[in-house]
């Protein structure tokens, strides 16, 4: 494992910070993560784990050891039931996973296309997009403990798997580095297209029964239209959750605001759409210095060039501020503050 002193984060942050760190290591094996633990404590610098850095906001240089996770690798192995476990080192870049399961044919992923990041990132904040998260086809991950110094399998019931939300943001913060990542895909064709505009663009196509290459293709004409390309503008992708509202708030808030989307998770809880109430309050496309907020989906602030994460935090607070006003809603950030 090689240490490097004084390593600017830009290029590992999709927010594009100029940021420094005081030690940096790429992992490409668990032992490189066993001897960046030393390191850290040789160095008397905490340990902190990057993925793709593309859930983060980063205010201030850090002054840790930075460890960036490049452990690769996919492999795959058939069930007796013909569903397939595919295995993926958490450095694995999430969009070759997507890509080596449309390859092979198999469900299951299709509609988390091109959404950046490691693939050991995924299950953390439970990545989801067009009616499916990883938890869906999640079948179990490998983790570094830092509390035991050991490493273990975790089964989905142990991530408690929320939305946009597990373990690893709360109790599991900073303890576990997770090395691989194992879903079940099925070979048996189960489109997920439930969201109108998955639906329709297929339509559209004249494509009637679709396979994973053609719902990945749908999927990402759409995420292009909407999100900006994190290689040239920076972003987080979404940067709040969408609010939760339960039993008489939700009431209220539909009946006060009949025409806002509004989607039922159970009979008492309804999630609303934060774009939605963001653009409501003017937001959309707002600009200040080179902090934004993206013209073509509100949900996603932007870095045009030298904003620093304070600014956009600035940003965010008066977002936050101005929508609970309108509506009474909180809106809580989905990407991560170091
Ligand atoms: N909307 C607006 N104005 C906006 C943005 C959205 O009115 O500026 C409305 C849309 O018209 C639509 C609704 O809000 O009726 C929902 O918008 P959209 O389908 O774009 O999805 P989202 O709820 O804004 C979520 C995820 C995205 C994911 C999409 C697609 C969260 C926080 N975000 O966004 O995930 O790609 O659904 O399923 O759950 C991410 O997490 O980084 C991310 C991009």
């Known amino acids: 494992m090689q240490l490097i002193f004084n390593q600017s984060l830009k290029p590992y942050n999709t927010f594009g910070f100029d940021i420094y760190a005081r030690s940096f290591a790429m992992a490409y094996t668990e032992q490189d993560i066993l001897d960046s633990v030393d390191a850290s404590h040789e160095l008397n610098l905490p340990l902190k784990v990057l993925g793709g850095g593309s859930n983060l906001l980063i205010r201030k240089d850090m002054e840790a050891l930075i460890l960036k996770m490049e452990i690769d690798g996919i492999t795959s192995s058939e069930l007796p039931s013909g569903d397939v476990l595919v295995r993926a080192g958490g450095g694995c870049d999430w969009e070759k996973l997507i890509n080596y399961a449309a390859d092979k044919k198999l469900w299951g992923i299709e509609n988390l296309t091109m ?33 035991t110094g ?73 995420r292009r239209s909407k999100l900006p390309e994190i290689h040239e503008v920076g972003s987080a992708g979404s940067f709040f959750k969408n609010p939760v509202l339960y039993g008489a708030e939700a009431k209220r808030f539909t009946v006060e605001n009949p025409q ?32 934004g907020v993206w013209p073509l989906q509100a949900l996603v602030l932007v870095n045009y060039g030298k904003a620093t994460g304070d600014e956009i935090i600035a940003l965010a607070d008066e977002i936050i501020t101005s929508v609970h006003k309108k509506f009474g809603v909180t809106l809580e950030p989905e990407v991560n503050f170091w």
């Open 150 to 222: 050991r490493f273990n399998e975790m089964t989905a019931g142990e991530c408690r798997f929320g939305y946009r939300d597990s373990l690893f943001k709360h109790e599991g913060r900073e303890r576990y580095i997770i090395t691989e990542v194992t879903i079940r895909l099925t070979k048996r064709p189960s489109p997920s297209i439930r969201y109108e505009q998955v639906e329709g663009t297929l339509k559209r196509k004249g494509i009637q029964s679709p396979n994973p290459i053609d719902i990945v293709q749908v999927i990402r004409e759409i």
């Open 115 to 147: 959404i950046p990041g490691k693939v050991g990132s995924a299950p953390i904040q439970n990545i989801g997009a067009y009616g499916v998260e990883i938890k869906d086809v999640f079948h179990s991950l490998r983790a570094f403990d830092l509390q």
């Open 260 to 291: 806002a989307p509004v989607y039922l998770i159970n009979d008492v809880m309804s999630k609303v759409a934060a774009g939605w109430l963001i653009e409501q309050c003017g937001w959309k496309g707002f600009k200040r210095g080179e902090a």
